[in-house]
């Protein structure tokens, strides 16, 4: 199964909060995007250097690695108020160190699992494999989430009220 | 308090074009820790630079952010900056507003509110940033090469010249690699023995070069600049010392065996030196067809020895060598047609791979160079050559193109006409031949050799009379043709050497869903691997004629050249530590690290009471570790972090850009 993949439905209210209350005015959907340092950071850095607009909603954060990406991090970012979190690497096999990749594939199959069971869509959190030559598929990842999470409005499960 | 100084730049108006500079310094003056902003039109520039030395000193900053291009761009010239004032360099972040804002959002409003959250990153990281020292660390001297081929013996040559030991390790029981099996070499057409021969008798007269044939690498540890190498010696049963290399032994060896160099073409006895040129010209017995060996009986090797070389009871010698730097120089197989039934290999005995074909025109061959067709010795009249068998076949071959095909069966039709005016018929799917000459090369085989070239693939091979009917058919014609052969020539694609996983794993390198082993980079670091001190040459990266082997011998050798003549190295300091204090000793982090820099160790305390006691906790060996950051993941009581991009730094970024 891949990371993206759902297993089955999300059922009932009770699982889908956010959507209950309208989006406010002039919100915009806030994307906090991982990106290991050799392929998926490269790739964005090439969708630069290609001019190949995407909205403006992702902040990168580099790692060097998808096998870096702790969980923790995603959750904090869904607490601090990120409407949806990419998590991206190099292409299974391609890892910069071997088999970092291949522990985040398992770890996010999980995660997923993980912030459904919290209560926050799933879809919220992407987990793709973007290498250093695909700006484009970089930045089509970019515009589909934004409008997966424009379509699903802002994110309150996790958030705190600080 | 940190004293942050934050520098923006313009880069010209790639980042001022759609980015307000003035909002940005405006919002990151009001960042927490930030004492001094700036903007510059060029940061990277010479006065751009200066300027940030000049405000680090001026106005005591303690830490700095450039907010430009890709740190994957200037991350290391502006750290050199940093350092030249005085401060660490890895007290030093980059926000990147030009490559992930200002070229690829058109729209100002936004493009600056994203280019002030990405600065507001970068001043929360570095507030969390700490002085990081590289350490050095102590090269040995010693280069070791895995694989005696053309690859393996240049490299050595060339490391040597520069006047750096080497170490060839050799599985077979002589240098020279599948270049000493070719007859001639295209596109030129000179010997391949009279220019590889000399190179491998350079390679043993060497003063700086020991060759160790006929052993293996059995088990690799260390890191770049300090690998400890454990090399099989197998028992050759001949004390190589006294042996002169008369050759009695081998005429006087009953037991006679078809010979794995002449590819079964051939024969060879079970005490055997592979081929006449062979360095060193010293014979191993082959334990497995060894009458002694089998019966307990005969020793007739032994009893004609002039020099007393030959020791039946020689066991196999693990040997502990250390060394700096690693070339892999492991080279290729041919791959066994007989997945493709059609063209009858092994059914049909005139239906030969390419590499027996060589072996066949070889004038050192089984049959001194006279192209007797195995089944019956008489010389070919009409001879089809199918090109492409197995690549670019994803259904029974494998996917790629193997690359020297196209031209070694121009060389063949060429060698059969020339040899023994025989007409050769090339089926082809489609010929590839970029290379100096190359193309020259080809026009050759067809116009003044006058092979014929059909483009079409060979559906079926069957015997008729003495003959070999090949039925296939001409897709430009849009016709079946049908030829009748004397001789089948497959030229069967070049695979990964027998074993390439298993030695990729004993490195700790990376190899390809083929088994050739992967570069760093494939433009820019093509003779690197990705573990640091290891380098590849030849074949055992990807299929490659001898020119390009030659040439990425000669690059492998150079950056091991370069890596052993430093002093010292330098590591980088961006690595894992654990954090002794919290670390539960589960050793969970272990496994998952790909580079084995984490072992266990036991620390003592004291705990209440006066008491001392002893707990495992991890430790890295920062040499090995390359900073990927699996471990820490791993690590349940997050004990186990990456210098300069621990928990604390992301989970800062998180809070930075989620404000």
């Known amino acids: 199964m891949s990371v993206n993949e759902k297993a089955a439905p999300a059922a009932g209210p009770a699982t889908n909060p956010t959507t209950a209350t309208p989006a406010p005015e002039g919100w915009e959907p806030k994307i906090i995007g991982f990106a290991c340092n050799w392929c998926t950071y490269a790739g964005a850095d090439l969708a630069g250097t290609s001019r190949i607009q995407y909205p403006p909603n992702i902040r990168v954060i580099r790692v060097p690695c998808s096998g870096r990406i702790n969980p923790q991090f995603v959750v904090r970012a869904f607490q601090r108020g990120a409407d949806g979190v990419l998590v991206a690497g190099c292409h299974p096999g391609d890892c910069h160190y071997s088999t970092g990749n291949y522990f985040a594939r398992r770890r996010y199959l999980l995660a997923k699992r993980f912030i459904e069971y919290l209560g926050v869509e799933p879809e919220r959190l992407q987990v793709r494999w973007i290498s250093g030559s695909e700006g484009q598929k970089f930045a089509d990842t970019v515009r589909e989430l934004t409008e997966k999470l424009r379509a699903l409005g802002p994110q309150r499960r996790l958030r705190e009220t600080l | ?659």
């Open chain 2, 1 to 659: 308090m940190r004293r942050v100084g934050v520098f923006v730049c313009w880069c010209g108006s790639n980042i001022a074009g759609t980015v307000d500079i003035e909002q940005v310094k405006a919002a990151a003056a009001k960042m927490p820790n930030v004492a001094y902003v700036e903007d510059n039109k060029y940061t990277c520039s010479e006065p751009g630079q200066a300027a940030i030395q000049k405000a680090i000193k001026e106005q005591k900053l303690d830490r700095v952010v450039v907010a430009a291009c890709s740190p994957r761009m200037h991350e290391n010239t502006f750290r050199r900056t940093v350092g030249g004032a005085g401060l660490n360099p890895y007290l030093l972040e980059i926000a990147n507003i030009r490559e992930h804002c200002s070229w690829v959002h058109p729209d100002k409003v936004a493009g600056t509110r994203k280019a002030v959250d990405l600065v507001r990153r970068a001043v929360y990281k570095v507030a969390k940033n700490v002085p990081l020292q590289r350490a050095s660390i102590d090269v040995t001297k010693r280069a070791l090469i895995i694989g005696g081929g053309i690859a393996g013996i240049q490299a050595a040559l060339d490391i040597a010249d520069a006047g750096q030991p080497v170490v060839v390790v050799e599985k077979t029981p002589s240098i020279g690699g599948h270049m000493a099996q070719l007859d001639k070499t295209f596109p030129t057409l000179d010997c391949s023995a009279c220019i590889l021969t000399p190179k491998m008798v350079d390679a043993a007269q060497n003063q700086n070069i020991t060759l160790m044939t006929w052993s293996e690498v059995e088990k690799v540890d260390g890191y770049i600049g300090n690998f400890t190498v454990t090399i099989r010696k197998k028992a050759r049963h001949v004390d190589t010392t006294k042996c002169t290399g008369c050759g009695i032994c081998w005429s006087k060896c009953p037991a006679k065996v078809s010979s794995e160099f002449d590819l079964g073409i051939g024969k060879r006895k079970a005490i055997y030196v592979p081929f006449p040129q062979a360095i060193p010209n010293k014979p191993v017995i082959d334990e497995k067809n060894c009458i002694f060996f089998k019966t307990g009986k005969c020793k007739a090797c032994q009893m004609f020895c002039p020099t007393g070389s030959i020791s039946f009871d020689q066991k196999d010698e693990l040997v502990e060598e250390k060394f700096g730097a690693i070339i892999v120089a492991t080279g290729y197989e041919q791959w066994d047609p007989s997945p493709y039934g059609e063209y009858g290999y092994g059914r049909y005995k005139d239906v030969i791979t390419g590499l027996e074909f060589e072996r066949l025109v070889n004038a050192s061959g089984p049959t001194e160079g006279k192209i007797k067709r195995p089944s019956d010795g008489k010389l070919p009249k009409d001879v089809v050559i199918i090109q492409c068998v197995g690549s670019r076949d994803e259904a029974k071959g494998i996917p790629y193109c193997s690359k020297t095909c196209c031209m070694y069966s121009a060389k063949h039709a060429i060698l059969l006409e020339e040899k023994i005016h025989a007409h050769s018929y090339v089926f082809y799917m489609d010929v590839r031949t970029p290379g100096k000459g190359y193309e020259e090369f080809y026009k050759r085989a067809t116009e003044e050799h006058h092979a014929t070239y059909i483009r079409g693939r060979v559906s079926r091979v069957y015997q008729k009379g003495d003959k070999l009917v090949c039925l296939g058919e001409d897709t430009l014609l849009g016709k079946k043709v049908e030829v009748e052969a004397d001789l089948v020539i497959l030229a069967s694609a070049m695979v990964h050497q027998n074993g390439a996983s298993k030695l990729a794993q004993t490195l700790g390198i990376s190899y390809d869903q083929n088994e050739f082993y992967t570069e760093a980079h494939a433009k820019l670091r093509p003779v690197e691997t990705n573990t640091a001190g290891i380098f590849l040459a030849g074949a055992c990266q990807g299929p490659k004629d001898i020119p390009e082997t030659v040439a990425q011998a000669g690059a492998a050798a150079s950056k091991v050249i370069s890596l052993l003549s430093k002093p010292k190295l330098e590591t980088e300091p961006l690595v894992a530590q654990v954090n002794e204090a919290i670390c539960s000793g589960c050793l969970w982090c272990k496994p998952i690290c790909p580079y084995k820099a984490i072992d266990g160790k036991v620390v003592k305390e004291r705990i209440a009471g006066g008491k001392t006691i002893e707990r495992p906790v991890a430790a890295v060996n920062a040499s090995l570790c390359q900073g990927c950051g699996a471990c820490t993941v791993a690590c349940r009581t997050g004990a186990m972090n990456v210098l300069g991009f621990t928990n604390e730094h992301i989970l800062a970024e998180v809070d930075a850009l989620c404000l």
